[in-house]
Protein backbone atom coordinates (compact mmCIF):
# COMPACT_ATOMS: atom_id res chain seq x y z
CA UNK A 1 0.00 0.00 0.00
CA UNK A 2 3.07 2.49 0.74
CA UNK A 3 4.45 1.60 -2.62
CA UNK A 4 1.26 3.00 -4.34
CA UNK A 5 0.88 5.65 -2.47
CA UNK A 6 4.08 6.52 -3.18
CA UNK A 7 4.15 5.90 -7.27
CA UNK A 8 0.79 7.90 -6.95
CA UNK A 9 2.90 11.31 -5.10
CA UNK A 10 5.27 10.58 -7.92
CA UNK A 11 2.77 10.69 -10.90
CA UNK A 12 0.61 13.48 -9.62
CA UNK A 13 4.06 15.77 -9.54
CA UNK A 14 5.08 14.46 -13.12
CA UNK A 15 1.63 15.92 -14.00
CA UNK A 16 2.29 18.97 -12.38
CA UNK A 17 5.62 19.29 -14.01
CA UNK A 18 4.12 18.41 -17.22
CA UNK A 19 1.71 21.11 -17.36
CA UNK A 20 4.51 23.82 -15.63
CA UNK A 21 6.46 22.89 -18.66
CA UNK A 22 4.00 23.21 -21.29
CA UNK A 23 2.58 26.48 -19.48
CA UNK A 24 6.19 28.11 -19.65
CA UNK A 25 6.63 27.00 -23.55
CA UNK A 26 3.54 28.28 -24.89
CA UNK A 27 3.59 31.70 -22.57
CA UNK A 28 7.17 32.47 -23.39
CA UNK A 29 6.92 31.10 -26.99
CA UNK A 30 10.41 29.24 -26.44
CA UNK A 31 11.63 28.07 -29.81
CA UNK A 32 11.45 24.39 -30.39
CA UNK A 33 15.72 24.10 -30.08
CA UNK A 34 15.82 25.51 -26.57
CA UNK A 35 12.58 23.92 -24.92
CA UNK A 36 10.43 21.33 -26.78
CA UNK A 37 7.06 21.05 -25.47
CA UNK A 38 5.84 17.81 -24.17
CA UNK A 39 3.43 17.39 -27.14
CA UNK A 40 6.63 17.48 -29.24
CA UNK A 41 8.66 15.12 -27.08
CA UNK A 42 5.30 12.76 -27.15
CA UNK A 43 5.70 12.67 -31.14
CA UNK A 44 9.08 12.08 -31.38
CA UNK A 45 8.49 8.65 -28.39
CA UNK A 46 5.98 7.42 -31.52
CA UNK A 47 8.25 8.07 -34.21
CA UNK A 48 11.09 7.03 -33.08
CA UNK A 49 9.89 4.41 -31.12
CA UNK A 50 12.08 1.49 -32.39
CA UNK A 51 15.23 3.12 -32.17
CA UNK A 52 14.84 4.11 -28.84
CA UNK A 53 13.62 1.06 -27.87
CA UNK A 54 16.81 -0.59 -29.05
CA UNK A 55 19.49 2.18 -27.72
CA UNK A 56 17.31 1.98 -24.31
CA UNK A 57 17.95 -1.57 -24.02
CA UNK A 58 21.77 -1.21 -24.40
CA UNK A 59 21.63 1.22 -21.80
CA UNK A 60 19.41 -0.45 -19.38
CA UNK A 61 22.22 -3.71 -20.01
CA UNK A 62 25.13 -1.15 -19.26
CA UNK A 63 23.01 -0.25 -16.05
CA UNK A 64 22.69 -3.66 -14.70
CA UNK A 65 26.04 -5.45 -15.52
CA UNK A 66 27.54 -2.00 -13.72
CA UNK A 67 25.21 -2.68 -10.72
CA UNK A 68 25.80 -6.14 -10.47
CA UNK A 69 29.49 -6.22 -10.65
CA UNK A 70 30.20 -2.73 -8.57
CA UNK A 71 27.84 -4.09 -5.84
CA UNK A 72 29.40 -7.52 -5.94
CA UNK A 73 32.75 -6.16 -5.73
CA UNK A 74 31.51 -3.65 -2.83
CA UNK A 75 30.21 -6.22 -0.90
CA UNK A 76 33.84 -8.24 -0.95
CA UNK A 77 35.54 -5.10 0.02
CA UNK A 78 33.74 -4.57 3.07
CA UNK A 79 34.57 -8.04 4.04
CA UNK A 80 37.76 -7.76 3.18
CA UNK A 81 38.14 -4.65 5.17
CA UNK A 82 36.34 -6.13 8.07
CA UNK A 83 38.08 -9.07 8.56
CA UNK A 84 41.69 -7.48 9.07
CA UNK A 85 42.90 -4.55 10.68
CA UNK A 86 46.23 -4.37 8.00
CA UNK A 87 44.12 -4.73 5.12
CA UNK A 88 41.11 -2.19 5.78
CA UNK A 89 45.00 0.23 6.84
CA UNK A 90 45.79 -0.32 3.48
CA UNK A 91 42.57 -0.32 1.32
CA UNK A 92 41.08 2.60 2.70
CA UNK A 93 43.24 5.39 2.04
CA UNK A 94 43.11 3.61 -1.63
CA UNK A 95 39.48 4.17 -1.58
CA UNK A 96 39.41 7.74 -0.34
CA UNK A 97 42.15 8.50 -3.11
CA UNK A 98 39.99 6.54 -5.49
CA UNK A 99 36.87 9.09 -5.02
CA UNK A 100 39.12 12.34 -4.83
CA UNK A 101 39.69 11.16 -9.08
CA UNK A 102 36.71 12.46 -10.89
CA UNK A 103 35.55 9.69 -12.69
CA UNK A 104 34.20 11.86 -15.65
CA UNK A 105 38.13 13.03 -16.05
CA UNK A 106 39.20 9.57 -16.94
CA UNK A 107 36.04 8.49 -18.69
CA UNK A 108 38.39 8.90 -22.05
CA UNK A 109 40.97 6.46 -20.92
CA UNK A 110 38.65 3.62 -19.96
CA UNK A 111 37.15 4.28 -23.37
CA UNK A 112 40.77 4.10 -24.71
CA UNK A 113 41.63 0.97 -22.34
CA UNK A 114 38.09 -0.83 -22.83
CA UNK A 115 37.24 -0.29 -26.25
CA UNK A 116 34.27 1.54 -27.81
CA UNK A 117 31.98 -1.71 -26.96
CA UNK A 118 30.04 -2.12 -24.08
CA UNK A 119 32.75 -2.70 -21.20
CA UNK A 120 33.91 0.72 -20.87
CA UNK A 121 30.51 1.80 -20.04
CA UNK A 122 30.18 -1.23 -17.22
CA UNK A 123 33.35 -0.42 -16.08
CA UNK A 124 32.61 2.98 -15.43
CA UNK A 125 29.16 2.53 -13.74
CA UNK A 126 31.14 0.15 -11.72
CA UNK A 127 33.95 2.95 -10.55
CA UNK A 128 30.83 5.40 -9.56
CA UNK A 129 28.99 2.58 -7.58
CA UNK A 130 31.57 0.66 -5.79
CA UNK A 131 32.74 3.61 -3.08
CA UNK A 132 29.19 3.79 -1.91
CA UNK A 133 28.51 -0.01 -1.81
CA UNK A 134 31.88 -0.24 -0.01
CA UNK A 135 31.30 2.12 2.50
CA UNK A 136 27.86 1.73 3.41
CA UNK A 137 28.30 -2.46 3.94
CA UNK A 138 31.78 -1.35 6.09
CA UNK A 139 30.12 0.87 8.56
CA UNK A 140 27.60 -1.15 8.72
CA UNK A 141 29.85 -4.18 9.91
CA UNK A 142 31.46 -2.21 12.20
CA UNK A 143 28.73 -0.99 13.97
CA UNK A 144 26.88 -4.94 14.70
CA UNK A 145 25.08 -4.57 18.18
CA UNK A 146 27.36 -5.24 20.71
CA UNK A 147 24.18 -7.35 22.58
CA UNK A 148 25.03 -9.29 19.51
CA UNK A 149 28.37 -9.96 19.71
CA UNK A 150 28.34 -10.64 23.08
CA UNK A 151 26.23 -13.33 22.58
CA UNK A 152 28.36 -14.80 19.94
CA UNK A 153 31.73 -14.97 21.85
CA UNK A 154 29.71 -16.99 24.72
CA UNK A 155 28.51 -19.16 22.18
CA UNK A 156 32.51 -19.83 20.92
CA UNK A 157 31.48 -18.46 17.38
CA UNK A 158 35.19 -18.48 15.73
CA UNK A 159 36.05 -15.08 13.83
CA UNK A 160 34.61 -16.45 9.83
CA UNK A 161 31.28 -17.36 10.94
CA UNK A 162 30.97 -14.59 13.19
CA UNK A 163 31.51 -12.61 9.78
CA UNK A 164 28.63 -14.20 8.09
CA UNK A 165 26.37 -15.16 10.63
CA UNK A 166 26.15 -12.21 13.00
CA UNK A 167 27.81 -9.09 11.33
CA UNK A 168 27.02 -9.30 8.06
CA UNK A 169 22.97 -9.74 8.83
CA UNK A 170 23.36 -6.95 10.90
CA UNK A 171 25.05 -4.59 8.15
CA UNK A 172 22.34 -5.90 6.12
CA UNK A 173 20.40 -2.42 6.65
CA UNK A 174 23.28 -0.34 6.30
CA UNK A 175 23.94 -2.06 2.79
CA UNK A 176 20.52 -1.58 1.60
CA UNK A 177 20.92 2.07 2.09
CA UNK A 178 24.72 1.86 -0.22
CA UNK A 179 22.57 -0.17 -2.61
CA UNK A 180 19.63 2.34 -2.86
CA UNK A 181 22.53 5.21 -3.35
CA UNK A 182 24.25 2.64 -6.29
CA UNK A 183 20.70 2.50 -8.29
CA UNK A 184 20.28 6.09 -8.10
CA UNK A 185 23.67 7.58 -9.26
CA UNK A 186 24.22 3.73 -11.85
CA UNK A 187 22.90 5.58 -14.67
CA UNK A 188 25.17 8.50 -14.86
CA UNK A 189 28.12 5.95 -15.12
CA UNK A 190 26.59 4.39 -18.51
CA UNK A 191 25.25 7.70 -19.86
CA UNK A 192 28.58 9.45 -19.69
CA UNK A 193 30.30 6.64 -20.95
CA UNK A 194 28.27 6.46 -23.70
CA UNK A 195 29.04 10.33 -24.48
CA UNK A 196 32.57 10.16 -24.52
CA UNK A 197 32.78 6.93 -27.06
CA UNK A 198 30.21 5.38 -28.17
CA UNK A 199 27.62 3.73 -31.23
CA UNK A 200 24.84 2.63 -29.28
CA UNK A 201 22.80 3.82 -25.99
CA UNK A 202 20.79 6.38 -24.96
CA UNK A 203 23.83 8.47 -24.23
CA UNK A 204 25.12 8.28 -27.89
CA UNK A 205 21.57 9.21 -29.18
CA UNK A 206 21.28 12.21 -27.35
CA UNK A 207 24.61 13.13 -28.05
CA UNK A 208 23.93 12.60 -31.67
CA UNK A 209 20.12 14.32 -31.71
CA UNK A 210 21.53 17.49 -29.61
CA UNK A 211 24.19 17.67 -32.46
CA UNK A 212 21.64 17.46 -34.93
CA UNK A 213 19.65 20.23 -33.00
CA UNK A 214 16.49 17.35 -32.57
CA UNK A 215 16.73 19.04 -28.81
CA UNK A 216 12.36 17.12 -29.27
CA UNK A 217 14.21 13.72 -29.62
CA UNK A 218 16.71 14.34 -27.30
CA UNK A 219 14.43 14.69 -24.63
CA UNK A 220 12.44 11.49 -26.21
CA UNK A 221 15.40 10.10 -24.96
CA UNK A 222 16.35 11.58 -21.41
CA UNK A 223 12.78 10.82 -20.94
CA UNK A 224 13.32 7.29 -21.52
CA UNK A 225 16.91 6.83 -19.38
CA UNK A 226 14.23 8.75 -16.78
CA UNK A 227 11.94 5.81 -16.70
CA UNK A 228 14.79 3.41 -16.70
CA UNK A 229 16.17 4.73 -13.25
CA UNK A 230 12.71 5.32 -11.68
CA UNK A 231 12.04 1.72 -12.57
CA UNK A 232 15.45 0.34 -11.36
CA UNK A 233 14.99 2.39 -8.14
CA UNK A 234 11.73 1.30 -7.05
CA UNK A 235 12.22 -2.00 -7.83
CA UNK A 236 15.07 -1.75 -5.50
CA UNK A 237 13.18 -0.64 -2.98
CA UNK A 238 10.30 -2.94 -2.76
CA UNK A 239 12.85 -5.87 -3.00
CA UNK A 240 14.73 -4.66 -0.20
CA UNK A 241 11.67 -3.88 2.20
CA UNK A 242 10.62 -7.83 1.79
CA UNK A 243 14.28 -8.82 2.19
CA UNK A 244 14.79 -6.92 4.97
CA UNK A 245 11.94 -6.51 6.94
CA UNK A 246 13.35 -5.29 9.91
CA UNK A 247 14.98 -2.26 8.41
CA UNK A 248 12.56 0.17 10.06
CA UNK A 249 14.20 3.22 7.47
CA UNK A 250 13.02 1.00 4.47
CA UNK A 251 9.60 0.98 5.63
Not at 127 to 132: C, N
Not at 139 to 156: E, I
Request: some cysteine.
Amino acid sequence: MAWFKQLGKILLLTALLLLLWQSAVSLLALPHYMLPSPTAVWLQLQKHHLLLWQHAQITALEILLGLTLGFLLGLGSALLLSLSAPISAFLMPLLVISQAIPVFAIAPLLVLWFGYGMASKIVMTVLIIYFPVTAACYDGLRNTPQAWLDLAHSMQIKRLPLLFKVRLPAALPALASGLRIAVSVAPIGAVVGEWVGSSQGLGYLMLHANARMQVDLMFAALFLLLIIALSLYFLTDYMLRRLIPWASHLR
